[in-house]
């Protein structure tokens, strides 16, 4: 997914880095309900608790807005 949001205009990479910003995409809050696979810095407005350990785990960042 997070390639696809690339390849649209959605979301940049830098390296193996993703920076993408959830809010422009209609997301209100980050859930942790799924896998994260790629290195990625998400700007949210609310992220769970779950969300955060999963992005961190992967070295990414979640700032919230």
Known sequence: ?????VEEGLATREGDLYLIDV???GIEKVLGGGQVRRMMNL????????AKEKIEARGGQTTEV
């Open 1 to 5: 997914m997070a390639d696809r949001l």
């Open 23 to 25: 809010v422009g995409l």
């Open 43 to 50: 700007s949210a407005n609310a992220f769970s608790v779950r």
